[in-house]
């Protein structure tokens, strides 16, 4: 049984503890308002887009010429993924690098065996995941949650895209978290380039969306929306990891507070125990003593 000064020694640290993942909760909640707010105004424009790029595209024949559209022999290969900066948020960025490295293994296979996949990281941890992994690793945006704008990500974009038009890369795949809600975060794996038409979202889509009245031209406009829909996409994908990170944390934190103030009761138990049985145990030393002394 420990004694009293260990036992009391580990309700203060966990006691520290609890109100450290309290406070961390608290200040995540207030960071998933900012950035809840942040997805839930992106998302109607990013999927609006979206649907005008696929409608557009697909009437186009120059659409086609577009080297942001055009498919070659993948040789290789960027993954963009989209982890946190700092840890203490559940499995949010090992669900993210399991599926990073399932895409790898599953579809670019041969690649990664020549040492043609490389990944991009936005975030720390996937960066430091990777870089133990053996993959070569672009360390430029790293940093890009503590400078989180419109314009970080559309350089980051433009670099991509700049990528594959000049063959540096022949497929470029991204990796994130979508925000469902608090509590839920969805894994998703996206084609960024080449770009590829969605058959199934044009048959959803209705009949009054594909009628438009081009100025200047069909091409033009196609060749110019193709650009702005990938850094809007990638954008978005970065506000929704954003968004996940401070729910997942949010959520962590939280479980973390309760398992504390369940280890706190089952601690001071504890102590309530080992100190009856040390009262006790000096009550029955001093009755044994005072009866020594009365048969003397």
Do not use: W
């Not at 009856?276 to 009866?291: D, F, M, N, P, Y």
């Amino acid at each position: 049984m420990p004694s009293l000064k260990e036992v009391r020694s580990r309700i203060v640290s966990v006691n520290s503890t609890q109100q450290i993942t309290k406070a961390m909760k608290m200040v995540a909640a207030a960071k998933l308002r900012r950035a809840q707010d942040n997805i839930l105004q992106m998302r109607p424009y990013a999927k609006k887009l979206n649907e005008m790029l696929a409608t557009v595209s697909s009437g186009a024949e120059t659409a086609a010429e577009s080297p942001f559209k055009k498919a070659r022999i993948v040789e290789r290969v960027l993954v963009v993924v989209v982890t946190s900066d700092r840890g203490l948020c559940g499995a949010f960025n090992t669900n993210v690098i399991k599926a990073a490295t399932s895409l790898i293994q599953e579809k670019y296979a041969s690649q990664a065996a020549k040492g043609n996949v490389e990944i991009l990281s936005f975030g720390k941890k996937g960066s430091e995941a990777f870089g133990r992994r053996g993959y070569k690793v672009n360390n430029d945006y790293t940093d890009v949650f503590s400078r989180l704008s419109f314009g970080v990500v559309k350089e980051a974009a433009e670099g991509i895209m700049a990528d594959f038009e000049n063959g540096r890369y022949d497929a470029v795949e991204f990796v994130f978290n979508e925000f469902k809600n608090v509590a839920t975060q969805i894994i998703r794996t996206e084609q960024l380039l080449p770009i590829v038409a969605d058959a199934e979202a044009l048959k959803k889509m209705p009949k009054s969306a594909v009628n438009y009245i081009f100025e200047p031209s069909e091409a033009e406009i196609v060749n110019d929306l193709i650009p702005k829909t990938l850094k809007i996409q990638l954008y978005r994908a970065v506000l929704e990891s954003n968004a996940s990170e401070h729910g997942a944390r949010m959520t962590a934190m939280d479980k973390a507070t309760e398992n504390a103030g369940d280890l706190l009761k089952e601690l001071r138990l504890i102590y309530n125990r080992t100190r009856q049985a040390a009262i006790t145990k000096e009550i029955l030393e001093i009755v044994g003593g005072a009866e020594a002394l009365s048969q003397n």
